[in-house]
């Protein structure tokens, strides 16, 4: 019965998110054939790529609820955390605001935050799906220091994928330059002022988000238990 009930809710889960990625490309599918232009296809494959931490997460998850041994589930988490940042990245394509043209503003405006949210519940789904895992193989105070370095990791691919342009395939492809530019940021960071800005800035918005995302969750579980 109680697992009947986790695949309905999984299932109802990536339902929605599955509609709301739909409704993005959907909206951007209109944009281009009203103006022609294909402004906004980045978003398209940027929403693409939100959705692998997910996938990720939950091949982790399945794995963990099998008995894998943790040293694969260690791998599945670093291949999740690699891919994470990709789903909250979504917030910085608020930039293209007001640079986009041919369409309303208010357009716009549904369109990325359409993407945003989107991106930001992706991440949130997959972080707290490694979150339960670690709770179950460490403890809770474990789960929610993982939970911590991740939003503070992902602030800074954040950054270095808006600023910098570097992406989740560089670790594989040009590991000596991606790992030189992290060495000389942690070296000095006083020298890189809107690097450490913006990393503090998405760290704390990113935490005070996913606490409410949480406590969300835990609401929703507290109310079937009574019932």
Known sequence: MVATFLNRRRWAILGSLALLS????????????YTGSSQSSNLVWNLFLA???????????????????????????????????NAPYLLTDFKHLGSWSGVPVWFDVVLLSAAAWTGLLLGFASLYLVQSV???????????????????????GMYLGRFERWNSWDIVSSP????GDLWAGLRSPADHPRALAVTV?????????????????????????SA
Do not use: Q
Request: proline content about 3%.
């Open 22 to 33: 739909g409704f993005t490309v959907t909206a951007c599918a209109v944009r281009y054939l």
């Open 51 to 85: 959705w692998i931490p997910l996938v990720v997460a939950l091949l982790v998850y399945d794995a963990a609820r099998r008995g894998v041994r943790p040293a694969v589930l260690l791998a599945g988490g670093a291949a999740w955390l690699l891919f994470f940042p």
């Open 134 to 156: 670690a709770r179950d193989l460490l403890s809770a105070t474990a789960a929610w220091a993982i939970v911590l370095a991740s939003l503070v990791l992902g602030s800074v």
């Open 176 to 179: 000596r330059s991606l790992f």
């Open 201 to 225: 800035l998405f760290a704390a918005f990113l935490t005070l988000a996913y606490l409410t995302f949480y406590n969300l969750l835990a609401l929703g579980r507290g109310e079937r238990e």
